[in-house]
């Protein structure tokens, strides 16, 4: 359109200092009656704009007028803003009568550079004006877009937190309303998991102590009732296999039989307690339960070394606590046994600045962490540690064995 408007103006220039040249010179010439005083008006007219005027006589001769009435140019227009802004070249020939009977040709000649000149420059103005507009808009969409890219940020990794089960941190306020409709919607469903994570923690707490207060009930039936019934079978029967008068052969077999029966029961009894409910860990504390427990499982896997190192401050842990730990510890040498291919283990438990961390690794064959399976052992050491607001880490790598980390605020 600019150019389109270039164009027309410079036509309709072009067009107007030629007509008006002509008017003027067709009626201030036809009043005068000497060539001089024709040739004085013409040099008069030098300085028109946009104009080349030349005064011939029939045999083509041309009088002096004027070298140049073309003004100086004040910049010259590129060639492609010429070709596309002027018009087809416009020349008049005026044949005009003396009083003395001579005829003599007016040429006037339409030269549009100088309104190309000055169309160039008003375009030039036009376009640097509109750049700056264009990079106005370009910034304040630059700033609008970042201000909303900067609150979609701030949104992600608010959602990001969610993902990862932090439901303390809300969203702040927003200075779009449509953006603190949407904080206002994710910190709702923030607040409904925080509500549902909080009941299920405690659910899955009172269900652990359930479990727990059953596992020590049946623990304890056991060594009262069973245990001690196998107990006095046993004695029952050394003291018949002892007696002076018992000489017959099948009954000292039957009784040999029935000691080493009452024996292995007794060991299977032993080994269900200390799974349901160690009896140390109630009595003793969990240091000495967790001693009692890697002695177990060095004297049934003695291919096993456990490095076991423990602070003294744990003896002064809530019992819910250290029945949780002893479980996670139960649980992952178990796994390492089963499935690490290990022959080394270490056990760290200490407790820094209101914290207890506990740290199990192995020299085992260990697996990429996607490959991890969350069987029903894994998924009970971090519920475990979930309903104490701890958190629960695996690091392994093929070939470099498994560590578990576990941290819980006291």
Known sequence: MTLWQARRS??????????????????????????????????????????????????????????????????????????????????????????????????????????????????????????????????????????????????????????????????????????????????????????????????????????ENERQRLAQELHDELGQSLTAIKVMTVAIARAENTQNSLIKQSTEAVIEICDHLMAVVRSMMQQLHPLVLTELGLKAALDDLINHWHTRHPDLLIHFNCDEAVESLPETISIHIFRIVQECLTNIVRHAQANQASIDLTIEKNQLSLTISDNGQGCENQNIKNGFGLLSMRERIRSLNGDFFIETKPKNGMTIRVNIPL
């Open 10 to 211: 410079v036509q309709d220039e072009m067009q107007s200092s030629i007509h008006l040249a002509v008017q003027l010179i067709t009626f201030n010439l036809s009043q005068t009656n000497a060539r001089t005083e024709w040739l004085a008006q013409l040099n008069s007219l030098k300085e028109t704009r946009h104009l080349r005027i030349q005064l011939k006589e029939p045999s083509g001769q041309v009088l002096n007028v004027s070298q140049s009435t073309v003004p100086r140019i004040p910049s010259n227009p590129p060639k492609w803003f010429v070709n596309l802004v002027a018009s087809s070249p416009i020349q008049i020939e005026r044949t005009l009568i003396t009083n003395d009977g001579q005829a003599l040709i007016v040429l006037i000649e339409a030269n549009p550079l100088n309104e190309i000149s000055e169309a160039w420059q008003e375009s030039v103005a036009f376009f640097g004006l509109l750049f700056l507009l264009i990079a106005l808009i370009f910034l304040v969409i630059h700033v609008f877009f970042k201000r909303i890219l900067k609150t979609i940020t701030v949104i992600v990794k608010g959602l990001e937190r969610v993902e990862l089960g932090d439901y303390q941190n809300y969203l702040p306020s927003f200075s779009s309303d449509e953006m603190n409709r949407i904080g206002w919607a994710i910190n709702r469903l923030i607040e409904k998991l925080n509500t549902s994570q909080q009941e299920n923690r405690a659910l899955t707490q009172h269900n652990l102590t359930i479990q």
